[in-house]
């Protein structure tokens, strides 16, 4: 574990190695991931081969049993060249919260180590069209039939889509019961009534599928069945204080690819005689640039921290480091579009998809506005 202000020589050793995996094996391909909206699965499979998509899994499912922290480090570093590509891992991560939380021994040991290897990809399946912020008014039901449960309703904004072979399912089983009447279950894409629909046209992070998905009488084995019935809206909510400051860490890690470009730029780019890198403008913008992606990665690392103790203030600080660095990354980006100038605007020049792929990061996983309230019941409870 870092102390407060530095990594462990572990940690910055795993930092190394991650960023030359990403610097010559992914990094060449971000742009064109981004133009041809394709999912790379080149790039799945660099990470799979590399063992960083079993990171976060314990040892005795297939993974490496790793920190969050060093999961927030790879996060960061993928992030840092190509977002598209970082959305692999942590939908990994995001759809097996529940299983890690919740699941059965037997369950585990039957699911997990096929994610840890990257054979299977799992996605995580809440939003419906009318249940967004408001997931506990979710329609998708569950009907138990014998040894079967009985799927119907539309999931959306579903990452991974299509690409993932396994799909982590909040289902309502008890209509009656509000949020305690949801359960959580394992779908397999060649489940029957199972398919995947309309794919969303995006402004950033167009290597990443988001679609919906449709459940039409699909039928499932009930041992599928994630934990308790009635459970499933504890194990989501339980999962995003552990991918939250996840989103944290890739928000940051779009921030510092966008600075390290833009401090690169006005060192090299020539104004009135001399570098627009010696201009107190420019070395303004670019100082706060960099003091606020480093407040946003303080926040993110102790979050992290706060997460492999199963501190009881875990759901405050994942929900702030989502908050700060989402709102960080977008300020960052945009500032690094302006130091560009015309350059800035155009595909020539990595910076304005760094903008476009930040978006998101204030939006998915909930808004910053969620995040707020969040927040702000933790402090005060409900009044």
């Known amino acids: 574990m870092a102390d407060l202000f530095t990594l462990s020589e572990e940690h910055r050793a795993f930092q190394e190695v991650v960023r030359k995996i990403c610097e010559e094996r992914i990094a060449p391909r971000a742009a064109e991931i981004d133009a041809n909206a394709e999912f790379p699965w080149d790039v799945k499979e660099v990470l799979a081969e590399n063992g960083l998509l079993g990171l976060h899994i314990a040892e005795e ?3 490496s049993g790793a920190d969050a922290l060093t999961f927030v480090i790879m996060a960061e570093e993928v992030s840092r060249v190509c977002a598209s590509s970082s959305v692999i891992p942590l939908v990994q991560k995001l759809g097996t919260m529940p299983i890690a939380l919740a ?14 290897s990257g054979e299977d990809l799992i996605s995580y399946c809440l939003s ?18 014998g040894d ?4 119907n309703g539309t999931k959306v904004w579903i990452s991974m889509a299509g690409p993932s072979n396994m799909y982590t399912v909040l289902a309502r089983t008890d209509p009656a019961a509000g949020a305690k009447g949801i359960s959580a279950f394992l779908v397999r894409s060649e489940d029957p009534g199972f398919s995947v629909g309309k794919a969303e046209d995006k402004l950033g992070i167009k290597g990443s599928p988001t679609c919906q998905v449709h459940f039409d009488d699909c039928r499932i084995p009930a041992e599928r069945l994630i934990g308790e019935e009635g459970r499933g809206f504890y194990y989501a909510m339980a999962a995003f204080d552990h991918t939250r400051l996840v989103v944290g860490a890739q928000a940051v890690g779009i921030a510092q690819g966008a600075i390290d470009f833009a401090a690169d730029y006005v060192k090299g780019r020539e104004q009135f005689g001399k570098p627009i890198g010696s201009f ?3 070395q303004f913008m670019l100082a706060d640039m ?5 407040a946003a990665r303080g926040l993110v690392y102790a979050a992290a921290a706060k997460a492999d103790r199963g501190d009881s203030d875990l759901t405050q600080f ?8 989402g709102d960080v990354a977008m300020s960052v980006t945009t500032d690094a579009v302006q130091l560009l100038g015309g350059y800035g605007y155009t595909k020539d020049y990595p910076v304005e998809r760094m903008m476009r792929d930040a978006k998101i990061t204030q939006i998915y996983e909930g808004t910053q506005q ?5 927040i702000a019941r933790q402090r005060l409870g409900k009044l």
């Open 61 to 63: 499912y297939g993974g």
């Open 103 to 116: 699941a059965s021994e037997e369950q585990k040991h039957a699911w997990l180590p096929g994610v840890a």
């Open 128 to 145: 419906e069209p009318d249940a967004g912020s408001d997931a506990a008014s979710m329609k998708t039901t569950a009907v138990r039939e």
């Open 148 to 151: 079967e449960y009985v799927l």
């Open 280 to 282: 107190q403008g420019v």
């Open 290 to 294: 960099v003091t606020e992606a480093e």
């Open 318 to 325: 994942s929900s702030m480091a989502k908050l700060k660095a």
């Open 370 to 374: 969620i995040q707020r309230m969040v």
